[in-house]
């Protein structure tokens, strides 16, 4: 089974509809039990780095998280539920930086570009042992956001992509993986590395 989080953010009935492409089940839930259950958790995120940091702490999304670390269990992050994986991020919410996970190490910065936010398609380029981009190598996906880490974080695979600045576009370990763009709007080549994800479960 694969369990969608919810915690107030995020694209969940596309994020849905994309995993239930995988032939896995697929439920959308908010309880501890249910997303530590599940072989694969998929943390969706939109909006705000530090609104989403409140929504995920109201449902101690931090426990989950570790928790399935723990337990040897995996797990996908997209767009900002990639981002609060890091340490931080310069996008000031209530007057502060807000605090990530620090799952990976590093900030999130925003982009230096002559147009902000990064809105389209684009190319990546990954490293030769990346599994998300398994024959998916070559393609474009769909991006939006002002925000990114600019580093690679301490024992991921990432891959890049680049707008004004290069960026990372996706983080690879054995048990956490995220992506920057948006699968579930990135037609086929979006579907086959939600795919090459779940194959891993």
């Known amino acids: 089974m694969i369990a969608i989080l919810d915690y107030g953010s995020g694209n969940l009935r596309s994020a849905q509809r994309a995993c239930e492409e995988t032939n896995h089940d697929v439920i959308i839930t908010s309880d501890t039990d249910t997303a530590l259950a599940a072989d694969g958790l998929v ?3 939109v909006g705000a780095f530090g609104a989403c940091m409140q929504g995920f702490s109201k449902i101690d999304g931090e426990k989950i998280i570790r928790a399935r670390i723990d337990a040897k269990k995996k797990t996908l992050g997209i767009c900002v ?16 930086e807000p605090q990530g996970l620090g799952i990976c190490s590093g900030k ?3 982009l230096e570009a002559p147009v902000i936010p990064h809105i389209g398609w684009n190319t990546v380029v990954t490293p030769e042992s990346s599994t998300l981009f398994r024959e998916i190598e070559n393609e474009r996906f769909y ?3 002002s925000y990114a880490s600019l580093t690679a974080p301490a024992n991921f695979a990432a891959t890049t992509s680049s707008y004004g600045v290069e960026f990372i576009a996706a983080i690879e370990s054995e048990l956490v993986s995220a992506v920057q763009f948006h699968p579930e709007k990135s037609g086929a080549a979006g579907l086959r590395m939600i795919k090459n994800w779940a194959a891993t479960l």
């Open 108 to 110: 999130v910065v925003k």
């Open 143 to 145: 991006f939006v956001h």
């Open 43 to 45: 943390v969706p995120g």
């Open 81 to 96: 539920g990639m981002q609060i994986l890091f340490e931080s991020s310069e996008e000031i919410y209530q007057d502060l």
